[in-house]
C-alpha cells in the first residue's frame, strides 16, 4: 500500500476511534434524552467505520494503527456541554476533510467508495448534532 494513502487512512481510523470513545463518554454523562439517543446512535456507526477501515488497510497490505487519537481529551476537557458538541462537529468536518484529502490520491475503488459514504454520513451528523445542539441550548 502507498505509504501516503496508508497514513491518512490510519489517521482516519484513530480519529474514528477517538470519535467512538468520546460519544461513549458523552451519551453516558448527558442528562438530556434526545442527545443521549442520537449519540448513542452515531456510537454504533462509528464502530463499524473502524472495523472497515482496519480490514481496508489490511486488504491493501498496510498496517492498521493500534493508537487512539487525541481528540478525546480536546472534547471532555471543555468546561460545558456546548463546546463539547461545538468541537465533535468541527471533528466531524475534519474527517470529511480529511476523507477528500484520501481521494485525491485515488485509493483503491471499495476504498473510495467506503470513504464517500464515511464522508457524507459525516456531514450529515454534523448538521444533526448542530440542530440538536441548537434545540437543546435554545430551551
Ligand atoms: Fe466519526
Not at 470529511?96 to 470513504?115: C, D, G, I, T, W
Not at 459514504?117 to 435554545?138: D, G, L, P, Q, V
Amino acid at each position: 500500500m502507498d505509504t501516503k494513502l496508508e497514513a491518512l487512512l490510519n489517521q482516519l481510523l484513530e480519529a474514528e476511534r477517538a470519535g467512538h470513545e468520546v460519544l461513549e463518554v458523552m451519551a453516558r454523562e448527558t442528562a438530556n434524552p434526545e442527545i443521549k439517543a442520537l449519540f448513542t446512535n452515531f456510537t454504533e456507526i462509528e464502530v463499524g467505520d473502524v472495523s472497515v477501515l482496519e480490514g481496508l488497510i489490511r486488504l491493501h497490505g498496510g498496517t492498521p494503527s493500534l493508537q487512539t487519537g487525541d481528540f478525546v481529551e480536546k472534547v471532555l476537557r471543555l468546561p460545558s456541554f456546548q463546546e463539547q458538541i461545538e468541537l465533535l462537529s468541527h471533528g466531524q468536518a475534519w474527517v470529511a476533510r480529511k476523507v477528500e484529502q484520501v481521494l485525491a490520491l485515488s485509493p483503491p475503488p471499495e476504498v473510495a467508495a467506503f470513504l464517500k459514504e464515511m464522508a457524507n454520513r459525516h456531514r450529515h451528523n454534523m448538521e444533526w448534532t448542530r440542530a440538536e445542539a441548537i434545540k437543546t441550548f435554545n430551551e
